[in-house]
Every structure is written in C-alpha cells, then in structure tokens.
C-alpha cells in the first residue's frame, strides 16, 4: 500500500523550506522512525520519518526542491522489500568495510613488531618499517635494525629517496587562471543575511565599550570547580556568570530589555536571555528562558543542551523564538574586539570577547591582569547613552566582584 510523505506542517512564521537532503533513496528499505528526508527552513532543520517498515517507491521533490507546508514530497510503500540491486549495492559496502577494517588489523599487526624506540627513529627518518629487517625475537624490529637501515641507504645515496615525501598529483590548470565555486545560499544563511541587514537598516545602532577584569571569576572558578562539578555534574563555565549579570542590570535598566513593536515599546517583565551558537549551518540564537529563576548550574546545563542540540541540528523553533536580550562569545574563536549586530526585535546585544592579559595600574601600581572588552550594541530609538553605558558598567561591577550579584548591590 502506498502512502504519501508530506512536508511537515511549518510553524507560522515559517512560509516555505527546502529538501536539504535524502538520507533513502527509492527502493531502499526502511524501518519505522528511520529518517528519510531533512526540510531545512529559515530557522531550523524539520525531520521527516518513516511512517512504518517498507521503501521508499517515489521521491517527488529532489534536494534543493522548495516545498510548502504539508505538500506532497515523495510516496512509500509500507511493507515492501527492498530492490535487489540496493541490497547488492549495501552488501557490497559492507564487504567493502571488512575488508578495509581487515587491512587495518594486517597494518596494526605490521605495527606491533617495531619496538617503540625503533618506531620512534623510523618516523623521525621516514623510513618504511616494512623495509627494515628485524633481528630481535620473533623478527621483531629493534632501534639498532632502524639505525643500520638509514645508514646503509645514506652510503648508498637512497636517503634522499626515503625521505622525499609522496608526489603530489598534478593539476593541469593554464596559466593565469583562477578556479572559483558558486554554492548556493542555505535558507538559514539568507534569513540570516536578511535579518542583520534589515538591523542595520531599521535601527539606529550604537556600541558602547568597556573593559572587564576577570580575575576575581578566574579564582572562583578555580576555588569551587571541582564541588560544582562533584555536586551538579557540569562544568562551572564563564557564560552562566555573564547571564546572571546581565539579568540583573536587566532589572536595573528595563529599557535595554525591551522591545520595539512598530511604533510601540514594549517593556517585558521577564528576562529570556539568548546565547548565540555557531554551527556549520551558521548562526543560531536559542533562548535560555526566566534566567532570573535559575542557578548558575541550571544555565550551564541549559547552554550545554543547546550547544549538542545545535550541533546536531535538531534545536526546534521554540528553542529560537522570544528572547529579550542576546550575548555573543566571540572570544571562544580569538576575537579581541567586535561590535555585535541587534538581534530583532530586541533593543541591545552584549559581545563578550577574548580574555588577554594586559598590564593594568591597581592602586598605583602596574599588574598583568586577566582582561576581557565587553561591547553592548543597543537601538538608540529606545536606549539613550547614558543607560547603555550605567548597563554595561552594571555588568562589569557585577563581575568583578560576584558577591554583588547575591546581594543585589
């Protein structure tokens, strides 16, 4: 019996996906639940899977295929079995695999009579072990065997041989041209694009900067590490400190945690506060929600979740919508200094960056201190100066002396 597969129905503000990929191809089997088909959209990767066991009888819309909610992408055939040649195709390709994985066992096995001397002067020398004539016990291949071997082929002139590396294979490309590669744009990467640029021309955006001094994080992350690890299973990381003081100068300051509607401002008394991840696809921005009720473990475990869920492409739109106000690390990559693009319709973004070591005047005195420039991008529309400097100032107090943030000063 055939049954259609359909793309899944799309959340409202997604209008139409694209067949990113076909993971079976028609007449290949199937089991229940197995993934057939990814629709990527705009915000996230949508899987679609096998309704029962069977094949796959059709495919309608072939990768790269725009389609809209809920049309018709391919057909399936329940209960059927698979064609003859995709069976001989995959059982080829597991013969295939026994036999690469049993070259490696023969290889670990050529391996395992060098002694780790030997190896060790065989790699620093190029020479192939299979080359060299071992005396030890059972033929194995002893320091003395490697050091007689390179000596013989340098009073014969094959050392150069031996070490010269393997040819590079030759590119025929005339002279003066230059190879490019057209590919073209993801959905994610166009919204993306889309979305900054009608930030930058919709806003009136400005960026503050300050500087940050994180020793006294450093050390309290060094004090407690391990407890926080023995007592809550995770990691004590840099971001969960960054959200709490964010959610408190938030409070302080409600303008930079609002929002512009058309012409109105809306002001929310919550903070939601988004972690921008990079992922091969590009960049997405999941929402660690009511930041103000969780603890710094329950936000590093949250942030933990989104990481794998982006890696693995499987963040929902839920995880992505809402948020009030957004940080970004572009310190994790190496950048000293940025200024972060609005994250509509939100009003301000903090950049965190690379922490550097700088000499810094303490008390009238020159100290190397462990420094970090903070940068909060805000919509001048709803944020005056003045506020986005006292914010940004806010977070910097509270982080170089935690304390503040438990006692709300």
Request: aromatic share 4%; with cysteine; net charge negative.
């Amino acid at each position: 019996m055939s049954t259609e597969i359909k793309a899944p129905v799309f959340p409202e503000s997604v209008a139409e996906g694209t067949v990113a990929t076909w993971h079976k191809q028609p007449g290949e089997a199937c089991s229940r639940d197995d993934l057939i088909v990814d629709i990527e959209t705009d915000k996230v990767v949508l899987e679609v899977v096998a309704p029962a066991d069977g094949v796959i009888e059709e495919i309608v819309k072939g990768e790269g295929d725009t389609v809209e909610s809920g049309e018709l992408i391919g057909k399936f055939k329940a209960g059927a079995v698979a064609d003859a040649g995709v069976s001989e195709s995959k059982a080829s390709t597991a013969d295939a695999d026994k036999d690469e994985a049993k070259a490696e066992q023969s290889q670990e096995s050529a391996d395992a009579i060098l002694s780790p001397a030997a190896r060790k002067l065989a790699d620093e020398n190029n020479v192939d072990p299979s080359a060299v004539k071992g005396t030890g016990k059972d033929g194995r291949v002893t320091k003395e065997d490697v050091q007689n071997h390179v000596d013989a082929a340098k009073s014969s002139g094959e050392a150069s041989k031996a070490a010269a590396p393997a040819a590079m294979p030759e590119v025929n490309v005339a002279a003066g041209e230059r190879p490019q590669k057209r590919v073209p744009m993801t959905r994610l990467r166009a919204s993306i694009a889309k979305r900054l640029v009608n930030a930058q021309q919709t806003a009136a955006m400005l960026t503050t900067f300050n500087e940050v001094d994180m020793g006294p994080i450093m050390e309290l992350r060094k004090q407690y590490q391990d407890s926080f690890v023995k007592r809550h299973d995770i990691k004590l990381g840099f971001m969960s400190f960054f959200a709490k003081a964010a959610t408190e100068a938030l409070k302080r300051f409600p303008a930079v945690n609002a929002s512009i509607d058309g012409n109105d401002m809306v002001y929310h008394g919550y903070q939601d506060i988004g972690v921008a991840v990079s992922t091969e696809r590009g960049l997405v921005v999941p929402v660690v929600r009511d930041v103000d009720a969780l603890g710094l473990a329950d936000i590093e475990k949250k942030i933990v979740e989104y990481g794998t869920k982006a890696k693995d492409g499987k963040l929902a739109i839920e995880d992505m919508t809402g948020g009030t106000f957004t940080i970004t690390n572009g310190g994790i990559f190496g950048s000293l200094l940025s200024t972060p693009i609005l994250n509509p319709p939100q009003t301000a973004i903090l950049g965190m960056h690379k922490i550097q070591e700088r000499p810094m005047a303490v008390n009238g005195k020159v100290k190397i201190r462990p420094m970090m420039y903070l940068a909060l991008s805000y919509d001048h529309r709803m944020v005056d100066g003045k506020e986005a400097v006292q914010f940004l100032v806010a977070i910097k107090d509270m982080l170089e002396d935690p304390a503040r943030i438990l006692l709300d000063v």
